[in-house]
Protein backbone atom coordinates (compact mmCIF):
# COMPACT_ATOMS: atom_id res chain seq x y z
CA UNK A 1 0.00 0.00 0.00
CA UNK A 2 1.46 3.34 -1.12
CA UNK A 3 1.64 6.10 1.70
CA UNK A 4 -1.12 8.22 0.26
CA UNK A 5 -3.36 5.34 0.52
CA UNK A 6 -2.47 4.61 4.40
CA UNK A 7 -3.47 8.31 4.47
CA UNK A 8 -6.76 7.96 2.42
CA UNK A 9 -7.74 5.08 4.71
CA UNK A 10 -6.80 6.94 7.97
CA UNK A 11 -8.88 9.75 7.12
CA UNK A 12 -11.70 7.76 6.62
CA UNK A 13 -10.87 5.75 9.84
CA UNK A 14 -11.15 9.59 11.50
CA UNK A 15 -14.29 10.21 10.30
CA UNK A 16 -16.11 7.19 11.04
CA UNK A 17 -14.55 7.45 14.95
CA UNK A 18 -15.97 11.02 14.66
CA UNK A 19 -19.42 9.82 13.48
CA UNK A 20 -19.94 7.47 16.66
CA UNK A 21 -19.66 4.23 14.36
CA UNK A 22 -18.13 1.56 16.08
CA UNK A 23 -15.00 -0.40 14.99
CA UNK A 24 -15.07 -3.72 14.70
CA UNK A 25 -11.98 -6.65 14.82
CA UNK A 26 -12.30 -6.89 11.13
CA UNK A 27 -12.28 -3.36 10.31
CA UNK A 28 -9.34 -1.49 8.58
CA UNK A 29 -7.25 -0.01 12.00
CA UNK A 30 -4.40 1.78 11.78
CA UNK A 31 -1.45 -0.30 13.78
CA UNK A 32 -1.17 2.35 16.58
CA UNK A 33 -4.86 2.10 17.30
CA UNK A 34 -4.60 -1.74 17.63
CA UNK A 35 -1.30 -1.40 19.71
CA UNK A 36 -2.88 1.38 22.02
CA UNK A 37 -6.13 -0.87 22.30
CA UNK A 38 -4.24 -4.25 22.95
CA UNK A 39 -2.14 -2.74 25.64
CA UNK A 40 -4.60 -0.82 26.94
CA UNK A 41 -7.14 -3.77 27.08
CA UNK A 42 -4.38 -6.21 28.32
CA UNK A 43 -2.96 -3.90 30.99
CA UNK A 44 -7.37 -3.75 31.97
CA UNK A 45 -7.28 -7.21 32.20
CA UNK A 46 -3.96 -8.08 34.16
CA UNK A 47 -5.42 -5.70 36.57
CA UNK A 48 -8.19 -7.99 37.33
CA UNK A 49 -6.29 -11.08 37.75
CA UNK A 50 -3.40 -9.39 40.09
CA UNK A 51 -6.78 -7.74 41.86
CA UNK A 52 -7.27 -10.99 42.69
CA UNK A 53 -4.37 -11.16 45.23
CA UNK A 54 -5.17 -8.29 47.16
CA UNK A 55 -8.34 -9.22 48.20
CA UNK A 56 -8.23 -13.17 47.89
CA UNK A 57 -5.64 -11.83 50.96
CA UNK A 58 -9.19 -12.23 53.09
CA UNK A 59 -10.67 -14.63 52.10
CA UNK A 60 -9.95 -17.18 54.64
CA UNK A 61 -10.14 -14.78 57.08
CA UNK A 62 -14.08 -13.56 56.57
CA UNK A 63 -15.27 -12.24 59.40
CA UNK A 64 -18.98 -14.11 58.38
CA UNK A 65 -20.02 -16.86 56.41
CA UNK A 66 -21.95 -14.25 54.43
CA UNK A 67 -19.05 -11.94 54.00
CA UNK A 68 -17.00 -15.16 53.25
CA UNK A 69 -19.11 -16.22 50.48
CA UNK A 70 -19.62 -12.37 48.77
CA UNK A 71 -15.62 -12.18 48.62
CA UNK A 72 -14.97 -15.31 47.30
CA UNK A 73 -17.68 -14.13 44.56
CA UNK A 74 -16.11 -10.68 43.93
CA UNK A 75 -12.82 -12.47 43.10
CA UNK A 76 -14.45 -14.43 40.92
CA UNK A 77 -15.90 -12.05 39.01
CA UNK A 78 -12.41 -10.48 38.71
CA UNK A 79 -11.32 -13.28 37.19
CA UNK A 80 -14.26 -13.73 34.90
CA UNK A 81 -13.75 -9.68 33.81
CA UNK A 82 -9.80 -10.81 32.95
CA UNK A 83 -11.29 -13.40 30.93
CA UNK A 84 -13.65 -11.41 29.14
CA UNK A 85 -10.85 -8.64 28.39
CA UNK A 86 -8.16 -11.21 27.38
CA UNK A 87 -10.53 -12.02 25.17
CA UNK A 88 -11.56 -8.62 23.46
CA UNK A 89 -7.60 -8.42 23.28
CA UNK A 90 -7.77 -11.84 21.23
CA UNK A 91 -9.86 -9.67 18.78
CA UNK A 92 -6.93 -7.76 17.98
CA UNK A 93 -4.74 -10.40 17.34
CA UNK A 94 -2.68 -10.40 20.66
CA UNK A 95 -2.89 -14.02 22.39
CA UNK A 96 -3.53 -14.83 25.85
CA UNK A 97 -0.60 -16.51 27.00
CA UNK A 98 1.52 -14.11 25.21
CA UNK A 99 -0.23 -11.07 27.19
CA UNK A 100 0.54 -13.38 30.12
CA UNK A 101 4.02 -14.03 29.92
CA UNK A 102 4.59 -10.38 29.67
CA UNK A 103 2.81 -9.28 32.77
CA UNK A 104 5.19 -12.45 34.19
CA UNK A 105 8.20 -10.76 32.55
CA UNK A 106 6.90 -7.33 33.75
CA UNK A 107 7.00 -5.80 30.29
CA UNK A 108 2.93 -5.45 30.75
CA UNK A 109 1.56 -2.88 33.28
CA UNK A 110 -1.30 -3.45 35.71
CA UNK A 111 -2.95 -0.97 37.68
CA UNK A 112 -0.69 0.35 40.54
CA UNK A 113 -2.93 0.11 43.25
CA UNK A 114 -3.06 -3.69 43.74
CA UNK A 115 0.68 -3.11 44.67
CA UNK A 116 -0.60 -2.06 48.33
CA UNK A 117 -1.03 -4.56 51.15
CA UNK A 118 -4.46 -5.53 52.43
CA UNK A 119 -3.91 -5.08 56.46
CA UNK A 120 -7.63 -5.54 57.47
CA UNK A 121 -10.95 -6.53 57.53
CA UNK A 122 -12.00 -3.16 56.14
CA UNK A 123 -9.06 -2.94 53.65
CA UNK A 124 -11.97 -5.40 51.91
CA UNK A 125 -14.25 -2.46 52.45
CA UNK A 126 -12.60 -0.01 51.52
CA UNK A 127 -11.25 -1.47 47.97
CA UNK A 128 -14.63 -2.21 46.94
CA UNK A 129 -15.61 1.77 48.03
CA UNK A 130 -12.95 3.25 46.58
CA UNK A 131 -10.72 1.48 44.43
CA UNK A 132 -13.96 -0.22 42.28
CA UNK A 133 -15.35 3.25 42.49
CA UNK A 134 -12.81 4.85 41.27
CA UNK A 135 -12.56 1.94 38.52
CA UNK A 136 -16.53 2.80 37.36
CA UNK A 137 -15.50 6.11 36.95
CA UNK A 138 -13.41 5.17 34.25
CA UNK A 139 -15.10 2.31 33.02
CA UNK A 140 -18.27 3.69 32.68
CA UNK A 141 -16.71 6.04 29.95
CA UNK A 142 -15.11 3.10 28.29
CA UNK A 143 -18.39 1.24 27.94
CA UNK A 144 -18.45 4.73 24.98
CA UNK A 145 -15.20 3.55 23.73
CA UNK A 146 -13.91 3.21 19.63
CA UNK A 147 -13.51 0.02 19.88
CA UNK A 148 -16.98 -2.54 19.71
CA UNK A 149 -15.10 -5.51 21.83
CA UNK A 150 -14.03 -3.84 24.43
CA UNK A 151 -16.95 -1.41 24.46
CA UNK A 152 -19.39 -4.37 25.07
CA UNK A 153 -17.04 -6.26 27.49
CA UNK A 154 -17.29 -2.73 29.58
CA UNK A 155 -20.60 -3.06 29.19
CA UNK A 156 -20.95 -6.42 31.64
CA UNK A 157 -17.97 -5.43 33.51
CA UNK A 158 -19.60 -1.72 34.66
CA UNK A 159 -22.81 -3.79 36.33
CA UNK A 160 -20.95 -6.19 38.20
CA UNK A 161 -18.57 -3.72 39.52
CA UNK A 162 -21.19 -1.74 40.69
CA UNK A 163 -22.31 -4.44 43.06
CA UNK A 164 -19.29 -4.78 44.17
CA UNK A 165 -18.76 -1.25 45.12
CA UNK A 166 -22.17 -1.18 46.85
CA UNK A 167 -20.96 -4.07 48.45
CA UNK A 168 -17.71 -2.38 49.55
CA UNK A 169 -19.43 0.83 51.07
CA UNK A 170 -22.13 -1.30 52.80
CA UNK A 171 -19.36 -3.25 54.28
CA UNK A 172 -17.12 0.19 56.09
CA UNK A 173 -21.21 1.34 56.59
CA UNK A 174 -21.26 -1.67 58.96
CA UNK A 175 -18.13 -0.91 60.40
CA UNK A 176 -18.94 2.52 61.10
CA UNK A 177 -22.01 1.58 62.70
CA UNK A 178 -19.99 -0.62 64.88
CA UNK A 179 -17.88 -0.56 68.36
CA UNK A 180 -15.30 1.96 67.98
CA UNK A 181 -12.40 -0.62 66.93
CA UNK A 182 -14.49 -1.42 64.38
CA UNK A 183 -14.83 2.60 63.47
CA UNK A 184 -10.97 2.61 64.04
CA UNK A 185 -10.42 -0.12 61.56
CA UNK A 186 -12.39 1.54 58.78
CA UNK A 187 -10.28 5.08 59.32
CA UNK A 188 -7.42 3.68 59.20
CA UNK A 189 -8.41 1.80 55.78
CA UNK A 190 -9.69 4.80 54.58
CA UNK A 191 -6.51 6.61 55.27
CA UNK A 192 -4.04 4.16 53.48
CA UNK A 193 -5.91 4.17 50.37
CA UNK A 194 -7.38 7.19 49.66
CA UNK A 195 -4.42 8.59 47.76
CA UNK A 196 -3.81 5.57 45.71
CA UNK A 197 -7.25 5.68 44.84
CA UNK A 198 -6.18 9.32 43.41
CA UNK A 199 -3.28 7.65 41.68
CA UNK A 200 -5.46 5.42 40.13
CA UNK A 201 -6.50 7.54 37.35
CA UNK A 202 -3.21 8.49 36.04
CA UNK A 203 -0.78 11.17 35.75
CA UNK A 204 -2.15 14.97 35.77
CA UNK A 205 -3.01 15.78 32.18
CA UNK A 206 -0.06 17.68 31.53
CA UNK A 207 2.01 14.72 32.28
CA UNK A 208 -0.08 12.18 30.73
CA UNK A 209 1.58 10.85 27.33
CA UNK A 210 -1.23 9.09 25.44
CA UNK A 211 -4.14 10.88 26.25
CA UNK A 212 -4.53 13.72 23.20
CA UNK A 213 -4.32 10.39 20.59
CA UNK A 214 -6.52 8.39 22.44
CA UNK A 215 -9.36 11.11 22.69
CA UNK A 216 -9.08 11.43 19.33
CA UNK A 217 -9.27 7.58 18.43
CA UNK A 218 -12.24 8.02 21.31
CA UNK A 219 -10.61 5.03 23.06
CA UNK A 220 -10.57 7.44 26.25
CA UNK A 221 -13.53 10.78 26.54
CA UNK A 222 -12.65 12.25 29.50
CA UNK A 223 -9.24 13.32 30.97
CA UNK A 224 -7.44 11.88 34.12
CA UNK A 225 -7.96 14.79 35.63
CA UNK A 226 -11.85 15.23 34.63
CA UNK A 227 -12.45 11.07 35.92
CA UNK A 228 -10.61 12.22 39.49
CA UNK A 229 -12.16 15.06 39.83
CA UNK A 230 -15.54 13.70 39.36
CA UNK A 231 -14.23 10.78 41.88
CA UNK A 232 -14.02 12.79 44.25
CA UNK A 233 -17.16 14.83 44.30
CA UNK A 234 -18.73 11.87 44.78
CA UNK A 235 -17.10 9.88 47.39
CA UNK A 236 -16.65 12.57 49.65
CA UNK A 237 -20.40 12.81 50.70
CA UNK A 238 -20.00 9.09 50.53
CA UNK A 239 -17.48 9.68 53.41
CA UNK A 240 -19.11 12.11 55.44
CA UNK A 241 -22.27 9.66 55.74
CA UNK A 242 -19.87 7.13 57.34
CA UNK A 243 -18.60 9.47 59.46
CA UNK A 244 -15.01 9.39 58.36
CA UNK A 245 -12.84 12.05 56.81
CA UNK A 246 -10.32 11.74 54.02
CA UNK A 247 -6.61 12.09 55.17
CA UNK A 248 -6.83 15.48 53.26
CA UNK A 249 -6.38 18.97 55.23
CA UNK A 250 -6.76 20.80 51.99
CA UNK A 251 -10.03 19.21 51.24
CA UNK A 252 -12.79 21.96 50.89
CA UNK A 253 -15.97 22.28 49.16
CA UNK A 254 -15.32 25.77 46.34
CA UNK A 255 -18.72 26.81 45.66
CA UNK A 256 -17.55 28.78 42.52
CA UNK A 257 -16.55 25.83 40.88
CA UNK A 258 -19.49 23.72 42.59
CA UNK A 259 -16.21 21.32 43.01
CA UNK A 260 -14.15 19.57 45.91
CA UNK A 261 -10.74 21.24 45.69
CA UNK A 262 -8.11 18.75 47.15
CA UNK A 263 -4.39 18.45 47.78
CA UNK A 264 -1.12 17.54 45.80
CA UNK A 265 -1.06 13.97 44.87
CA UNK A 266 2.19 12.78 45.91
CA UNK A 267 3.30 12.30 42.08
CA UNK A 268 6.99 10.87 43.41
CA UNK A 269 5.12 7.81 45.25
CA UNK A 270 3.22 7.57 42.17
CA UNK A 271 6.30 6.75 40.21
CA UNK A 272 7.82 5.02 42.41
CA UNK A 273 4.89 2.44 42.65
CA UNK A 274 4.68 2.13 38.99
CA UNK A 275 8.18 1.39 38.66
CA UNK A 276 8.48 -1.58 40.36
CA UNK A 277 8.95 -0.12 44.04
CA UNK A 278 5.49 -0.13 45.78
CA UNK A 279 4.92 -2.27 49.35
CA UNK A 280 3.68 -5.59 47.17
CA UNK A 281 5.09 -5.47 43.33
CA UNK A 282 7.64 -8.26 43.95
CA UNK A 283 5.08 -10.16 45.93
CA UNK A 284 2.17 -9.36 43.18
CA UNK A 285 4.36 -11.09 39.96
CA UNK A 286 5.60 -13.60 42.31
CA UNK A 287 2.32 -14.97 43.13
CA UNK A 288 1.43 -14.68 39.99
CA UNK A 289 4.59 -16.81 37.98
CA UNK A 290 4.24 -18.99 41.11
CA UNK A 291 0.90 -19.77 39.85
CA UNK A 292 1.98 -19.65 36.24
CA UNK A 293 4.83 -22.36 37.01
CA UNK A 294 3.26 -24.72 38.87
CA UNK A 295 -0.11 -24.77 36.38
CA UNK A 296 3.21 -25.69 33.33
CA UNK A 297 2.19 -29.15 33.90
CA UNK A 298 -1.74 -28.79 34.01
CA UNK A 299 -1.80 -26.99 30.82
CA UNK A 300 0.64 -29.30 29.38
CA UNK A 301 -1.24 -32.68 30.18
CA UNK A 302 -4.78 -31.17 29.54
CA UNK A 303 -3.60 -30.83 25.65
CA UNK A 304 -1.91 -33.88 25.97
CA UNK A 305 -5.34 -35.70 26.93
CA UNK A 306 -7.08 -33.28 24.02
CA UNK A 307 -4.57 -34.63 21.97
CA UNK A 308 -5.48 -38.63 22.80
CA UNK A 309 -8.53 -37.97 22.48
CA UNK A 310 -9.20 -36.37 18.80
CA UNK A 311 -6.47 -39.24 17.63
CA UNK A 312 -8.97 -41.83 19.49
CA UNK A 313 -11.92 -40.31 17.82
CA UNK A 314 -10.06 -40.19 14.22
CA UNK A 315 -8.80 -43.88 14.57
CA UNK A 316 -12.40 -45.07 15.48
CA UNK A 317 -13.63 -43.18 12.43
CA UNK A 318 -10.98 -45.05 10.23
CA UNK A 319 -12.15 -48.22 11.26
CA UNK A 320 -15.83 -47.67 11.31
CA UNK B 1 -33.54 -36.69 69.94
CA UNK B 2 -33.73 -32.88 68.70
CA UNK B 3 -29.79 -32.88 70.25
CA UNK B 4 -29.20 -35.76 68.28
CA UNK B 5 -30.11 -34.03 65.03
CA UNK B 6 -28.60 -31.27 65.55
CA UNK B 7 -25.15 -33.12 65.92
CA UNK B 8 -26.17 -34.79 62.83
CA UNK B 9 -26.10 -31.22 60.51
CA UNK B 10 -23.63 -30.62 61.49
CA UNK B 11 -21.54 -32.82 60.77
CA UNK B 12 -23.05 -32.84 57.84
CA UNK B 13 -22.00 -28.71 57.63
CA UNK B 14 -18.38 -29.30 58.60
CA UNK B 15 -17.55 -31.30 55.86
CA UNK B 16 -19.13 -28.84 53.18
CA UNK B 17 -17.52 -26.19 55.27
CA UNK B 18 -14.20 -27.20 55.95
CA UNK B 19 -13.75 -28.35 52.03
CA UNK B 20 -15.22 -24.85 50.58
CA UNK B 21 -12.90 -22.93 52.72
CA UNK B 22 -9.74 -25.71 51.06
CA UNK B 23 -10.97 -24.77 48.19
CA UNK B 24 -11.02 -21.02 48.57
CA UNK B 25 -7.62 -20.48 49.19
CA UNK B 26 -7.06 -21.23 45.34
CA UNK B 27 -8.56 -18.73 44.51
CA UNK B 28 -6.14 -16.60 42.81
CA UNK B 29 -3.81 -18.92 42.15
CA UNK B 30 -5.46 -21.54 40.05
CA UNK B 31 -3.14 -23.26 37.08
CA UNK B 32 -5.65 -21.83 34.55
CA UNK B 33 -7.72 -19.20 35.03
CA UNK B 34 -11.08 -21.14 33.88
CA UNK B 35 -10.21 -23.63 36.40
CA UNK B 36 -9.41 -20.97 39.02
CA UNK B 37 -13.28 -20.10 38.49
CA UNK B 38 -14.31 -23.39 38.72
CA UNK B 39 -12.88 -24.57 42.10
CA UNK B 40 -14.05 -21.14 43.34
CA UNK B 41 -17.47 -22.08 42.04
CA UNK B 42 -17.34 -25.69 44.02
CA UNK B 43 -16.44 -23.76 47.12
CA UNK B 44 -19.06 -21.17 46.63
CA UNK B 45 -21.64 -24.08 46.44
CA UNK B 46 -19.91 -25.97 49.60
CA UNK B 47 -20.26 -23.02 51.43
CA UNK B 48 -23.72 -22.52 50.31
CA UNK B 49 -24.80 -25.75 51.65
CA UNK B 50 -22.97 -25.26 55.16
CA UNK B 51 -25.09 -22.05 55.63
CA UNK B 52 -28.07 -24.29 54.94
CA UNK B 53 -27.04 -26.65 57.06
CA UNK B 54 -25.88 -24.81 60.05
CA UNK B 55 -29.29 -22.25 59.76
CA UNK B 56 -31.32 -24.99 60.29
CA UNK B 57 -29.21 -26.58 62.95
CA UNK B 58 -29.34 -23.10 64.72
CA UNK B 59 -33.10 -23.26 64.31
CA UNK B 60 -33.02 -26.46 65.56
CA UNK B 61 -30.94 -25.79 69.06
CA UNK B 62 -32.99 -22.47 69.38
CA UNK B 63 -30.44 -21.41 71.86
CA UNK B 64 -29.74 -17.99 69.99
CA UNK B 65 -27.13 -19.18 68.58
CA UNK B 66 -26.33 -18.16 64.62
CA UNK B 67 -24.90 -20.01 61.72
CA UNK B 68 -21.30 -17.91 62.26
CA UNK B 69 -21.36 -18.93 65.89
CA UNK B 70 -21.59 -22.84 64.84
CA UNK B 71 -19.14 -22.33 61.90
CA UNK B 72 -16.57 -19.72 63.64
CA UNK B 73 -17.06 -20.36 67.43
CA UNK B 74 -16.03 -24.46 67.63
CA UNK B 75 -12.69 -25.73 68.86
CA UNK B 76 -11.22 -28.19 66.78
CA UNK B 77 -12.44 -31.43 68.41
CA UNK B 78 -15.75 -30.26 68.15
CA UNK B 79 -15.96 -30.29 64.43
CA UNK B 80 -16.90 -33.34 63.00
CA UNK B 81 -15.74 -32.74 59.17
CA UNK B 82 -14.30 -36.15 57.72
CA UNK B 83 -10.20 -35.98 57.95
CA UNK B 84 -9.91 -36.35 53.94
CA UNK B 85 -11.57 -32.65 53.47
CA UNK B 86 -9.12 -30.94 55.67
CA UNK B 87 -6.00 -32.31 54.26
CA UNK B 88 -3.91 -29.36 52.38
CA UNK B 89 -4.51 -28.58 49.03
CA UNK B 90 -1.20 -29.57 47.75
CA UNK B 91 -0.35 -29.71 44.43
CA UNK B 92 -3.47 -29.62 41.74
CA UNK B 93 -3.53 -33.28 41.65
CA UNK B 94 -4.04 -33.80 45.35
CA UNK B 95 -6.71 -31.47 45.34
CA UNK B 96 -8.69 -33.27 41.99
CA UNK B 97 -8.11 -36.51 44.15
CA UNK B 98 -9.89 -35.14 47.49
CA UNK B 99 -12.33 -33.66 45.56
CA UNK B 100 -12.97 -36.79 43.00
CA UNK B 101 -12.96 -38.90 46.45
CA UNK B 102 -15.74 -36.74 48.52
CA UNK B 103 -17.63 -35.76 45.06
CA UNK B 104 -18.12 -39.39 44.52
CA UNK B 105 -19.03 -40.28 48.18
CA UNK B 106 -21.06 -37.32 48.60
CA UNK B 107 -23.14 -37.55 45.36
CA UNK B 108 -24.18 -41.19 46.97
CA UNK B 109 -24.54 -39.81 50.42
CA UNK B 110 -27.07 -36.97 48.91
CA UNK B 111 -28.99 -39.25 46.56
CA UNK B 112 -30.05 -41.17 49.74
CA UNK B 113 -30.68 -37.95 51.50
CA UNK B 114 -33.42 -36.65 49.60
CA UNK B 115 -35.41 -39.50 50.55
CA UNK B 116 -35.02 -38.48 54.71
CA UNK B 117 -38.01 -38.01 56.82
CA UNK B 118 -36.61 -34.72 57.88
CA UNK B 119 -38.26 -32.60 55.44
CA UNK B 120 -35.82 -29.93 55.58
CA UNK B 121 -33.00 -32.38 55.05
CA UNK B 122 -34.66 -33.60 52.30
CA UNK B 123 -34.87 -30.25 50.81
CA UNK B 124 -31.62 -29.18 51.60
CA UNK B 125 -29.99 -32.54 49.69
CA UNK B 126 -32.54 -32.03 46.90
CA UNK B 127 -30.83 -28.77 45.94
CA UNK B 128 -27.31 -29.51 46.99
CA UNK B 129 -27.41 -32.78 44.68
CA UNK B 130 -27.66 -30.72 41.42
CA UNK B 131 -24.37 -29.03 42.52
CA UNK B 132 -22.68 -31.78 43.23
CA UNK B 133 -23.07 -33.87 39.86
CA UNK B 134 -21.55 -31.38 38.48
CA UNK B 135 -18.80 -31.26 41.08
CA UNK B 136 -18.24 -34.84 40.10
CA UNK B 137 -18.42 -34.06 36.88
CA UNK B 138 -15.24 -31.48 36.99
CA UNK B 139 -13.28 -33.96 39.35
CA UNK B 140 -13.44 -36.55 37.24
CA UNK B 141 -12.89 -35.07 34.37
CA UNK B 142 -9.85 -33.86 35.95
CA UNK B 143 -8.92 -36.87 37.06
CA UNK B 144 -8.86 -38.49 33.50
CA UNK B 145 -7.03 -35.76 32.20
CA UNK B 146 -4.03 -35.70 34.51
CA UNK B 147 -4.11 -39.32 34.63
CA UNK B 148 -4.50 -39.55 30.70
CA UNK B 149 -2.15 -36.58 29.99
CA UNK B 150 1.51 -36.33 29.99
CA UNK B 151 4.20 -38.90 32.14
CA UNK B 152 4.25 -36.10 34.91
CA UNK B 153 0.77 -35.85 34.97
CA UNK B 154 0.11 -39.43 35.48
CA UNK B 155 2.77 -39.73 38.14
CA UNK B 156 1.04 -36.64 40.17
CA UNK B 157 -2.57 -37.89 40.01
CA UNK B 158 -1.25 -41.33 40.56
CA UNK B 159 0.52 -39.85 43.93
CA UNK B 160 -2.26 -37.73 44.81
CA UNK B 161 -4.76 -40.66 44.64
CA UNK B 162 -2.48 -42.88 46.76
CA UNK B 163 -1.70 -40.66 49.47
CA UNK B 164 -5.56 -39.18 49.85
CA UNK B 165 -6.71 -43.24 49.50
CA UNK B 166 -6.45 -43.81 53.34
CA UNK B 167 -9.04 -40.86 54.23
CA UNK B 168 -12.02 -42.98 52.32
CA UNK B 169 -12.64 -45.32 55.21
CA UNK B 170 -14.27 -43.04 57.28
CA UNK B 171 -17.10 -42.59 55.32
CA UNK B 172 -18.25 -45.96 55.61
CA UNK B 173 -17.50 -46.87 59.15
CA UNK B 174 -20.61 -45.74 61.12
CA UNK B 175 -20.35 -44.34 64.28
CA UNK B 176 -23.45 -44.15 66.61
CA UNK B 177 -24.72 -41.36 65.90
CA UNK B 178 -24.64 -41.89 61.89
CA UNK B 179 -26.60 -45.43 62.96
CA UNK B 180 -28.64 -43.72 64.87
CA UNK B 181 -29.94 -41.44 62.61
CA UNK B 182 -30.19 -44.00 59.75
CA UNK B 183 -32.15 -46.29 62.17
CA UNK B 184 -34.72 -43.51 62.63
CA UNK B 185 -35.36 -42.80 58.46
CA UNK B 186 -33.48 -39.13 59.01
CA UNK B 187 -29.57 -39.99 58.06
CA UNK B 188 -28.11 -42.17 55.56
CA UNK B 189 -26.96 -45.71 55.82
CA UNK B 190 -23.57 -45.24 54.91
CA UNK B 191 -22.26 -48.74 54.70
CA UNK B 192 -24.64 -49.96 52.11
CA UNK B 193 -23.08 -47.28 49.58
CA UNK B 194 -19.61 -48.66 50.27
CA UNK B 195 -19.99 -51.00 47.41
CA UNK B 196 -21.10 -48.92 44.78
CA UNK B 197 -18.33 -46.17 45.91
CA UNK B 198 -15.18 -48.30 45.11
CA UNK B 199 -16.93 -49.64 42.12
CA UNK B 200 -17.47 -46.18 40.52
CA UNK B 201 -14.11 -45.30 41.84
CA UNK B 202 -12.74 -48.18 39.94
CA UNK B 203 -14.32 -47.22 36.67
CA UNK B 204 -13.35 -43.45 36.97
CA UNK B 205 -9.80 -45.17 37.57
CA UNK B 206 -9.05 -47.26 34.26
CA UNK B 207 -10.65 -44.36 31.66
CA UNK B 208 -7.53 -42.39 33.50
CA UNK B 209 -5.11 -45.39 33.60
CA UNK B 210 -4.57 -45.25 37.02
CA UNK B 211 -3.76 -48.04 39.54
CA UNK B 212 -6.27 -48.46 42.44
CA UNK B 213 -3.82 -48.32 45.75
CA UNK B 214 -2.33 -51.21 46.80
CA UNK B 215 -3.59 -50.68 50.42
CA UNK B 216 -6.74 -50.76 52.34
CA UNK B 217 -7.82 -47.57 53.48
CA UNK B 218 -8.36 -47.07 57.24
CA UNK B 219 -7.53 -44.09 58.84
CA UNK B 220 -10.52 -42.92 60.89
CA UNK B 221 -11.15 -40.03 63.71
CA UNK B 222 -12.54 -36.76 62.17
CA UNK B 223 -16.07 -37.61 62.76
CA UNK B 224 -15.98 -38.33 65.89
CA UNK B 225 -13.46 -34.81 66.69
CA UNK B 226 -10.22 -36.66 66.55
CA UNK B 227 -8.39 -34.84 63.31
CA UNK B 228 -5.27 -34.53 61.72
CA UNK B 229 -2.69 -31.69 62.44
CA UNK B 230 -4.03 -29.83 60.08
CA UNK B 231 -7.64 -28.60 61.05
CA UNK B 232 -5.94 -26.48 63.72
CA UNK B 233 -4.20 -24.04 61.26
CA UNK B 234 -6.82 -23.89 58.96
CA UNK B 235 -9.43 -23.39 62.18
CA UNK B 236 -6.26 -20.58 63.67
CA UNK B 237 -7.03 -18.34 59.89
CA UNK B 238 -10.45 -18.81 59.87
CA UNK B 239 -11.88 -17.95 63.05
CA UNK B 240 -9.23 -15.17 63.81
CA UNK B 241 -11.44 -12.10 62.91
CA UNK B 242 -14.63 -13.85 65.72
CA UNK B 243 -11.81 -14.43 68.14
CA UNK B 244 -9.79 -11.75 67.93
CA UNK B 245 -13.05 -9.05 67.66
CA UNK B 246 -15.59 -11.33 69.98
CA UNK B 247 -19.38 -10.42 69.13
CA UNK B 248 -19.03 -7.30 66.80
CA UNK B 249 -21.56 -7.53 63.70
CA UNK B 250 -19.67 -7.64 60.42
Known amino acids: ?320 | MKERLFDYILQLGDNSLILGHRLSEWCGHGPILEVDMALTNISLDLIGQTRNYFQYAAKIEDKGRTEDDLAFLRTDRQYRNYLLVEQPNGDFAATIARQFYFDSFHLLFLQELVKSKDEQLAAIAAKSVKEVSYHLRFSSDWLIRLGDGTEESRTKMQEGVDDLWNFTAEFFLMNDLEKEMAAAGIGVDVQALEESYYAQIQEVFEAAKIQMPDYKPGQIGGKDGMHSEHLGHLLAEMQYMQRAYPGMEW
Open chain 1, 1 to 320: MSDQQILNLEERFQQRIDAEIKVEPKDWMPEKYRKTLIRQISQHAHSEIVGMLPEGNWISRAPSLRRKVALLAKVQDEAGHGLYLYSAAETLGAERDQLTRDLLDGKAKYSSIFNYPTLSWADIGAIGWLVDGAAIMNQVMLTRNSYGPYARAMVKICKEESFHQRQGYEIMLTLAKGTEEQKAMAQDALNRWWWPSLMMFGPSDAESTHSAQSMKWKIKRKSNDELRQQFVDVTIPQADFLGLSVPDKDLKWNEESGHYDFGPIDWDEFWRVVKGNGPCNRDRIKARRKAYDEGKWVREAAMAHAEKKKERKAKLAKSA
